[in-house]
């Protein structure tokens, strides 16, 4: 079976056949992450019946960004995931690691609130057609999904919006539109030659001393699908994380995210995650 109409259907419809996936180098439902610095963040999704997963099966995203001027920084993003199903069918199923399509992208922070990026993710994955653990990575998180695609060179470009809440609390609000372009390099005739998504998402952060805390809710939809209601070829999350400040530097969080579109929630109940950000000097 092909992975390619097999995978993008999940993105579609979010797994709701089952059976048969935001090109950023972070997710939309998570802090700021460090100007300079390197982060990682660990993503486990709480699949349901028949897809029952094992405890370690997860996806980890290692990334960093590193300032080329004072307005432009250069980003990169490695993405692996592990994947093995729980009881009975696990053999079925081939290698369980698989590495991603890395992220490579520039930022430019055009104003103080704004910030523009754009990025691609070269085809450099392990994938094939008895992997098992770029289905996990993609179930972790769908808005990043196209790391976990074969045969697919997604482009991507978002712009970012900041701005303080005038409570005297410090919390700001970041707003988030993206497009991200699949490209499809195969060799099936019958597959669409690219296929694009329109990324969305809002992210509010509250400091409370050294801890951070963070809501929000994000939303893809496929542009290029022509049959259906936008209900139909769209998902969203919500999202909340925690992270505490240790050494000026360190920020260690957690976070959880939860299907709103129920042929995401009849397959994932929910995704947990964990991260780690260090600034640099």
Request: glycine share 10%; aromatic share 10%; no cysteine.
């Amino acid at each position: 079976m092909s992975r390619i109409p097999w995978v993008l259907s999940l993105s579609f419809l979010v797994l709701s056949a089952l059976g048969v996936q935001s090109a950023a180098a972070q997710s939309y439902l998570a802090p700021e992450t460090p100007r300079k610095g390197i982060w990682m963040e660990a993503m486990h999704p709480n699949m349901k019946d028949p897809f029952k997963v094992t405890a370690p099966s997860s996806a980890w995203f290692f990334s960093g960004r590193y300032p080329l001027t004072h307005q432009l920084s250069g980003v990169l993003d490695v993405p692996v995931a592990y994947g093995r199903l729980d009881g009975e069918g696990a053999s079925e199923w081939g290698r369980e690691t698989v590495l991603g399509n890395p992220y490579l992208g520039v930022e430019l922070a055009a104003t103080d609130r704004v910030q523009v990026e754009l990025g691609v993710r070269p085809p450099l994955n392990t994938v094939n057609e008895e992997s098992f653990g770029d289905v996990v990575g993609f179930l972790a998180d769908p808005f990043r999904g196209e790391a976990f695609m074969d045969d697919v060179v997604p482009v991507s470009g978002a712009v970012t919006f900041k701005q303080a809440i005038p409570s005297g609390m410090g919390a700001d609000v970041r707003a988030r539109a993206g497009v991200t372009t699949a490209i499809y390099t195969g060799d099936e005739d019958d597959l669409n030659q690219t296929t694009t998504f329109l990324d969305y998402g809002m992210f509010a952060t509250l400091p409370v001393g050294i801890t951070r805390l963070g809501a929000g809710v994000s939303g893809r939809w496929d542009a290029t699908e022509d049959e259906g209601k936008f209900s139909d070829n769209s998902i969203h999350q919500l999202g909340l994380s925690a992270d505490v400040l240790f050494l000026d530097r360190f920020r260690p969080g957690i976070s959880v995210h939860v299907p709103v579109d129920k042929p995401y929630r009849d397959s994932v109940g929910s995704t947990i995650g964990l991260y780690l950000q260090v600034a640099l000097p």
